[in-house]
């Protein structure tokens, strides 16, 4: 029934064969499904709508503010992306403070965000002045707007974020909204989900603030609680090697400068180094920072783990680990199996690239710190190994 109707309405367009596409456009028009009739209810909730959007139209497109701002955010908050099993609701008004609130700019201070993000909040009468001192130059209407932004990322399962926690990284103020927002006891989704926003700042400045003052000091409370990360929080250490040197200078180096790290943390932090495809550059620095830090159990399984990757590392990098080995020649104490094991990693993956003096201090190095097993082993490396200059084989009584 439905094709001879077709049929008969083909039979009675008029046929130009210049112009085809015209004609399909207007069987288009023609035979488009028909809709079924809307209630008196439905029709005034859609005017309703209509009359509201235009009414913020006419609003906004006055102000020259609010088009500066159309590169940023051009559209309003909507119910639907807003909507986190109505935890979060925003109205018109909430909507036009949000548009205002783009252009607000208010100076860094970094020492007051050093202050703010380290507040731990249950909040001490002290800490709760700080708080309060940080949040008196913030608009109240702004206040209150991250406030319920705060309320959906303490409950947070799945979904989507918050539109102005999104905008977050893009505005000059953004270290005073987010400690309104508690990240203290954000819940671990959108502990992942914060990461890749920030990983894709557009400041290394950014970055690593939120790297080094939110994102770790969470990995090691949670590692100290339960010895180990959960999926989300895993996933945000792996999203944060998408700023290599970030990671490294906001994460990495400073677990290696934290005396208390244990070895099951420097584990956890490692298995990301080596899953994580990370260019050399990034880390053949951080491995030549890390080798000049005072020794400690976590610099090691940091360091054995750049090393396990084979990078081409420069001589230089080389040299650095070679030297921090050397400083245990006046060392007399008994060293664990995990230094040994790193040596025999180091001379096995970087042994050509050894200097003729090199290889004596290490040999030396290996009669003053015997290792039953590994020593041996160690030795064996070193004369099967070519070296910048040709040399002869040593061996060690």
């Known amino acids: 029934m439905v094709r001879k109707r077709l049929q008969n309405k083909l039979a009675s367009l008029p046929q130009d064969k210049n112009e085809p596409f015209i004609c399909a456009e207007v069987q288009i028009k023609q035979f488009k499904p028909e809709k079924k009739e809307s209630k008196a209810s439905d029709f005034v909730s859609f005017a309703d709508r209509r009359k509201l959007q235009s009414k913020l139209n006419q609003d906004f497109s006055g102000s020259d503010d609010a088009q500066s701002d159309n590169n940023l955010n051009t559209q309003l908050l909507t119910d639907t992306e807003m ?14 403070l949000f548009d205002e609130i783009q252009n607000e700019l208010i100076d860094n201070n970094v020492d007051e965000l050093e202050r703010a993000l380290t507040v731990k909040f249950d909040l001490s009468n002290e800490e709760q002045g700080v708080l309060d001192e940080l949040t008196e130059k913030v608009d109240p209407r702004v206040l209150q707007l991250y406030l319920k932004v705060r309320d959906v990322l303490c409950k ?18 953004w270290e005073r909204l987010i400690v309104i927002t508690r990240p203290d006891k954000w819940t671990a989704p959108v502990i992942s989900e914060a990461t890749k926003l920030f990983s894709g700042a557009t400041t290394d400045y950014i970055a690593y603030t939120f790297y080094n003052t939110i994102l770790l000091p969470r990995l090691l409370d949670d590692l100290q609680a339960f010895k180990k990360l959960n999926f989300h929080l895993y996933s945000a250490l792996k999203k944060s090697t998408y700023r290599p040197a970030m990671f490294y200078n906001a994460i990495i180096i400073p677990v290696c400068e934290n005396g208390d790290c244990t070895l099951r943390d420097a584990i956890t932090f490692s298995s990301v180094i080596t899953k994580s495809s990370i260019p050399v550059i990034y880390s053949a620095a951080a491995l030549y920072k890390i080798s000049k830090l005072e020794y400690n159990g976590a610099s090691i399984v940091i360091m054995k783990a750049i090393v396990e990757k084979k990078y081409s590392l420069p001589y230089r990098a080389v040299d650095a680990v070679v030297d921090h080995f050397l400083n245990f020649m006046n060392d007399k104490q008994k060293l664990p199996v995990l230094w040994h094991q790193f040596l025999l990693s180091f001379v096995e993956i970087y042994g050509d690239s050894f200097s003729i003096e090199q290889k004596k201090l290490i040999i030396d190095l290996i009669k003053l710190h015997k290792h039953q097993l590994i020593s041996t082993e160690i030795l064996k490396k070193l004369n099967n190994h070519e070296y910048r200059q040709n040399i002869s084989k040593m061996n060690v009584d």
């Open 83 to 96: 909507n986190m099993d109505n935890e979060f609701e925003c109205d018109s008004e909430d909507e036009k």
């Open 156 to 173: 947070f399962k799945s979904g989507k974020l918050p539109k102005p926690f999104k905008v977050l990284p893009q505005l000059k103020n």
